[in-house]
């Protein structure tokens, strides 16, 4: 069965700090994809990224950026000079693709709160 | 562009009521499903949905029912509400097999009392 762990509870930062929000992740697909969503304090659940499983490219957008390493099965996001508007909760999450369609579903790691300081 | 909507946004049910959360997606999207979320267990998927007439249990699907009868609409039914469904309920939607994200409802906070 797939599987995503957020060691992280929480995580508490000052401003302009990085931060790095861990996520680990089990499947036995070889095909899969890997998602991190946003929920702020007004509750939304925003897409951040996606990545496929054939695609280990690292990711930078902004001050957002992603490690993906399939041979810790890790797919990290880092926050670069993070900044108040970043607190929010965040959500690693798996879908599996047996036979190449996910069907939609999604497998949800626990969250990290972060909280950024001003 | 409406997206996904979720009614109602809050709802609070004495323990033995029935009702149904709706869910309405206007992107023409094949695949839709509900989820729970709970403190510190992040979403659990309750239902989903490939299609229209076709639906499958996820991980948590006890004391729900769900049909689809339109592309567009996927209700959540709660068939004896209990306090352990106590929940914030999202509904999502998604393309279907090109696999890309899913877009979500603004939530559903729900008390079983």
């Known amino acids: 069965a797939q599987k995503v762990t957020q060691a992280q509870t929480e995580i508490s930062v000052v401003e302009k700090e990085d931060v790095t929000l861990d996520c680990v992740y089990e499947t036995r697909d070889t095909t899969y994809y890997l998602f991190w969503y946003k929920q702020p304090p007004s509750g939304e659940l925003v897409f951040l990224i996606r990545r496929n499983s054939f695609d280990e490219q690292n990711e930078i957008s902004g001050r957002y950026s992603w490690n993906f390493q399939k041979s810790t099965s890790s797919f990290n996001f880092t926050i670069t000079a993070s900044q108040v508007v970043d607190s929010a909760v965040y959500f690693c999450a798996l879908s599996e693709a047996t036979g190449g369609t996910s069907y939609g579903k999604l497998t949800f790691g626990q969250g990290t709160i972060l909280t950024v300081h001003p | 562009n409406a997206g996904v909507t979720q009614t109602p946004k809050f709802q609070v049910l004495k323990t033995g009521q029935s009702m149904t959360l709706q869910c309405a997606q206007d992107?023409?999207?094949?695949?839709m499903s509900w989820y729970r979320q709970d403190p510190g267990m992040g979403l659990r998927l309750i239902h989903y949905?490939?299609?229209?007439?076709?639906?499958d249990q996820g991980e948590v699907p006890n004391g729900y029912n769900v049909s689809r009868s339109t592309t567009e609409d996927f209700p959540l039914r709660l068939l004896s509400a209990a306090p352990s469904q106590t929940s914030v309920y999202f509904c999502?939607?998604?393309?279907?097999?090109?696999?890309?994200?899913?877009?979500f409802g603004q939530g559903t906070r729900l008390t079983v009392v």
């Open positions: 999502a939607s998604s393309y279907g097999v090109m696999n890309t994200e899913a877009f």
């Open positions: 992107m023409n999207h094949e695949y």
């Open positions: 949905s490939v299609g229209a007439g076709i639906t």
